[in-house]
């Protein structure tokens, strides 16, 4: 009895790890030997799958892990969105993952130590309706994007916890220095940062921002509630000091997260605009860094968000519609010629406070946003799959 | 019927159009049409049906009314003819409504004139479509979904609205960036500066003008709106006005309308309709130069704000001194009727009328079509209000330059109004033949 209770909820656990993962709540009933069932060994140095061609539908991984560290399994789609995973498969152990899958192509991987891309396989799934007409370039373009979304997460951490560790020191002075780069990474890839709803309004909502009945001193959390106290405050409080933790257990969500983010090639062109919209709305008007004046800094950092997208983007685009990547690259160009005359040296992010942009730059830097955001808004239509 | 807009032959033929979006309304202009004539309604019906979910209720809406509903029966609702001799929206009939805007060229270096001569040929083409009645490119529905629509829309449904739409260039166009710099007509004048002008530079100059004119707010401003779209990158809208309550008449039959001060100004306008006035007085002629001009004229546009209210709490007797015209009919001093032939003589020396009066000015006479405003208050509490002024003539020198000057000086006006805003433009000749566009003869192609 206590065998069999013991069993069925370890499927129970499966199970449910599935449906957080796929959103699938069927049951686990596949056995061993069965259509459904794919035997994963995983070594130190291999990934090995019992079956490479499998029928759509419910899928079941059996996980044994031969090796000497402790790794982890995926299955992604072709774009590396993550169908399901399964962390912290000790050495000798065996683990099972459920997923339901479309036809199409998938990868298992294997990462021995947790780490890195993983060791992958090729597998299909088939039958079960039509599949999916991809473009394997847009797929690629989605994979790397997906990666630099990860990778400005992971860089974005230690500059978040050198900015907080500042506050919680107290140090001002070394606090003020550190918000500006603390926010880079996610000013680059905010939309998809923002697609989760949750993070954001923790991390980057801005005093008028707030839902009525939101108390300033109790809900607004986040970047700018520092930001006010370091610049207009001009001290550092104890809320602050726990805000600043606050600040870093959200990031970690999200870096946690971005991996999962729906990314297709529609959505990163439409990012790329809403990044240029985000300039066009909160960073030309000195909005967005009210007390601060960094607005330039997040200038910059949504305009390489954006040409991210872009060059990944642009091998299809460019092919699709020559007139309109031509006219981007200009328009990129431009603006980003136009930002360098606001900072000394070009690899630092040493930006000239937005107090002392004056009204004819404003309006400048405006009508270089325009013109690259007016062509940019043309970019999904070049790389949606017809 | 085009080929493009002839019903598709089978249900599976409509389906498949549907399914692909965009093929239904590419072939057919009017398919988004804001003022479908009865011809056009019927090629509708084959686009109509291929265009989906989206277009069918809007297409049944149309074709469900009767014919009188549909037809633009309304003068005001008309669509004035785009090419000609002449611009349109000059000595057309003033229309109630404007939307004027000035732009800059941004785009730089050696590729520059090639992308302003590009941008003015689909701004030409765009005008056209839209001073019809239609929507740009290809429409304002219909198309991709992952893609914004060509044509932003708030004008579908509406009439043409007897929409002009005016290209004028401005001389900060004719520097070294263009290959422009030997083309400025010398008429084409910066204006010297008068006494009392308070400019604001934010609201004054542009190296090109757009001037909207239509009978409904929504179609000038729509038109305003795509052509700065369609012109993002190459330039940038740098100020631009909304007017309404037209303060001109170039129609000699109607009454001269009110300006903001209650008055009526400008009688002796120059009518649309009187050719040798317009020859005379307005149209640049082969003599004129240069050759890109002819046919084409001088604008002036002023920002002219009043001091509304130290102007109601002065009494009628001054109100009517200071204009030289009783307030009731508009009649010159000492006359009945507003058209009445004034006595300059019994006027006060500095009255307005007799200042302004083409007998007083070696006979320079102007066809102005002007726009009262009112931009919201001031942060005082002050109507931010006046008269837009638009003034066209054969040439700035004899006609904006000397009046101005006058009334700069004398005018007891003066204490009710400060010029805020200025720029004169070159407005070249219409468009006509198959190869033309707004300044192809400025640029000296074809």
Redesign the interface.
């Known amino acids: 009895m206590r065998a069999a209770v013991r069993i069925s909820l370890a499927s129970a656990t499966a199970v449910a790890l599935a449906t957080v993962a796929t959103g699938c709540t069927e049951k686990s009933d596949a056995k061993s030997g069965d259509d459904h069932l794919i035997e994963v060994t995983a070594t130190d140095d291999q990934c090995d799958v019992s079956k490479k061609e499998f029928p759509a539908g419910h899928i079941e991984l059996a996980i044994e892990n031969k090796g000497s560290k402790v790794t982890e399994v995926y299955v992604l789609y072709p774009d590396d969105r993550i169908v399901t995973e399964r962390e912290n498969i000790g050495p000798g152990t065996k683990q099972k993952v459920t997923a339901t899958v479309k036809a199409g192509s998938y990868q298992i991987a294997c990462k021995p130590g947790m780490k890195g891309k993983g060791i992958r396989q090729q597998v299909k799934a088939t039958g079960g309706g039509k599949t999916v007409k991809r473009d394997p370039k847009l797929d690629a373009a989605v994979a790397a994007y997906r990666t630099y979304v990860q990778q400005q997460a992971d860089e974005t951490l230690p500059l978040a916890e050198e900015f907080a560790k500042a506050v919680k020191d107290g140090d001002l002075e070394a606090a003020k220095k550190a918000y500006a780069p603390s926010r880079i990474g996610w000013e680059r890839t905010e939309p998809v940062a923002e697609s989760f709803g949750d993070i954001d309004p923790k991390v980057d909502v801005r005093e008028d921002g707030l839902e009525e009945g939101q108390d300033l001193e109790k809900d607004w959390t986040g970047w700018h509630r520092l930001e006010r106290s370091l610049w207009k405050d001009k001290k550092i409080t104890d809320r602050d000091k726990k805000l600043a933790n606050l600040l870093i257990k959200d990031l970690e969500d999200w870096q946690n997260r971005v991996g999962k983010a729906e990314i297709d090639p529609t959505s990163m062109a439409n990012g790329a605009k809403e990044l240029l919209d985000e300039v066009a709305t909160g960073k030309v008007t000195g909005e967005e860094e009210r007390y601060s004046h960094t607005d330039l800094v997040d200038f910059k950092a949504n305009v390489e968000g954006a040409q991210k997208s872009y060059e990944l983007l642009k091998p299809v685009a460019s092919k699709n519609d020559p007139a309109l990547t031509k006219e981007l690259d200009k328009q990129f160009k431009a603006l980003n010629d136009l930002l360098d005359k606001y900072r000394e040296d070009k690899s630092s992010y040493e930006f000239t406070s937005y107090e002392k942009v004056g009204k004819a730059e404003q309006k400048e830097l405006s009508d270089g946003v325009n013109a690259l955001a007016e062509p940019l808004s043309k970019l999904a239509a070049a790389v949606v799959v017809k | 019927m085009s080929e493009e807009t002839r019903p598709p032959a089978t249900a599976d033929e409509a389906a498949a159009t549907e399914a ?1 979006g965009t093929t239904a309304a590419t072939g057919d202009v009017s398919a988004n049409a804001a003022a479908p004539s009865r011809r056009s309604l019927l090629a509708l019906g084959g686009a109509g049906l291929a265009l989906g979910a989206a277009a069918a209720g809007g297409t049944a809406l149309a074709l469900g009314g009767k014919d009188d509903d549909i037809a633009p029966v309304a003068e005001s609702g008309a669509a004035v003819p785009f090419r000609g001799a002449h611009q349109a929206g000059i000595a057309t009939a003033v229309q109630d409504r404007l939307h004027f805007a000035s732009f800059d060229v ?1 785009a730089t270096g050696e590729g520059a004139r090639a992308e302003l001569i590009a941008l003015l040929k689909e701004w030409t083409k765009a005008a056209e479509l839209m001073t019809q009645g239609h929507p740009v490119g290809e429409g304002a529905y219909g198309g ?1 979904a ?3 629509p060509d044509d932003t829309g708030e004008a579908l449904g509406l009439k043409p609205a007897r929409l002009t739409l005016t290209i004028g260039f401005g001389p900060s166009l004719f520097d070294e960036r263009f290959g422009l710099k030997g083309k400025r007509p010398k008429a084409l004048v910066d204006l010297p500066k008068f006494p009392g002008d308070n400019l604001d530079p ?1 609201r004054s100059g542009g190296d090109l003008c757009v001037q909207a004119c239509a009978d409904d707010p929504q179609v000038a401003v729509h038109a305003i709106r795509n052509l700065a ?1 369609i012109g ?3 330039v ?1 809208m740098r100020w631009s006005q909304l007017g309404f309550g037209k303060t001109s008449s170039t129609t000699p039959d109607a009454q001269t309308p009110r300006n903001m001060m209650g008055f009526k100004d400008g009688t002796r306008n120059v009518a649309g309709t009187d050719t040798k006035n317009l020859g005379k007085h307005v149209w640049v002629s082969e003599k004129d130069g240069p050759d890109w001009m002819v046919g084409g004229s001088y604008l002036v546009a002023r920002r002219i704000r009043m001091n509304i209210e130290t102007w109601d709490r002065t009494s009628l007797k001054e109100q009517e001194d200071i204009f030289g015209r009783s307030k009731g009919e508009g009649a010159p001093v000492g006359k009945k009727r507003e058209r009445d032939e004034p006595n300059l003589k019994a006027m006060k020396p500095e009255a307005h009328v007799r200042l302004a009066h083409p007998d007083n000015n070696g006979g320079a006479l102007m066809l102005r079509r002007g726009y009262s405003f009112t931009d919201g208050t001031d942060g005082l509490g002050r109507l931010d209000a006046g008269l837009f002024f638009l003034a066209y003539q054969r040439d700035v020198r004899d006609a904006f330059i000397p009046v101005q000057r006058q009334l700069a000086g004398k005018d007891v006006l003066n204490e009710y109004i400060q010029h805020v805003g200025s720029a004169v433009f070159a407005v070249p000749p219409g468009v006509h033949g198959d190869n033309s566009w707004w300044g192809s003869a400025l640029f000296g192609e074809k």
């Open positions: 692909t941004t991709l992952e893609a914004p934010a779209r993002f990158g190459t940038a």
